[in-house]
């Protein structure tokens, strides 16, 4: 869909909190599911949040459920990953990504992505 940019990564302690930005470029953001993604080193790319386009439906990995928060503000052009309760595991370079279409738990199923942001939660 085009250009994604993702920042506010950081170094935190166990149980604060961070809150990434994802912006995007393009005419056609509103049409676009977007989902957040993390790697950790060594381990698969694995699946975090997924949005809808009009931002009406979100969908959490197990391991995020209850502590964080995907939403979207279209006006904007910007999607967010609200991060609580962060734990030493969540420890990984996030990434936005974008498709058309629905939701998606897929990595494969996303034609953009953004450079990764990392964040580091130490205990």
């Known amino acids: 869909q085009g250009q994604l940019v993702e920042s506010g990564g950081g170094l935190v302690q166990a149980g604060d909190s961070l809150r990434l930005p994802c912006v995007a470029s393009?005419?056609?953001?509103?049409?676009?599911?977007m989902g957040w993604f993390r790697q950790a080193p060594g381990r698969e790319r694995e699946f975090v949040a997924s949005?809808?386009?009009?931002?009406?439906?979100?969908v959490y990995a197990d391991s995020v459920e209850g502590r964080f928060t995907v939403s979207r503000d279209n006006a904007k052009n910007t999607m967010y990953l609200q991060m609580n309760s962060l734990k030493p595991e969540d420890t990984a370079v996030y990434y936005c990504a974008t498709r058309p279409g629905g939701i998606s738990r897929y990595d494969s199923s996303y034609a953009y992505w953004g450079q990764g942001t990392q964040v580091t939660v130490s205990s």
């Open positions: 949005i809808s386009s009009g931002g009406g439906s979100t």
């Open positions: 393009g005419r056609t953001f509103s049409f676009y599911a």
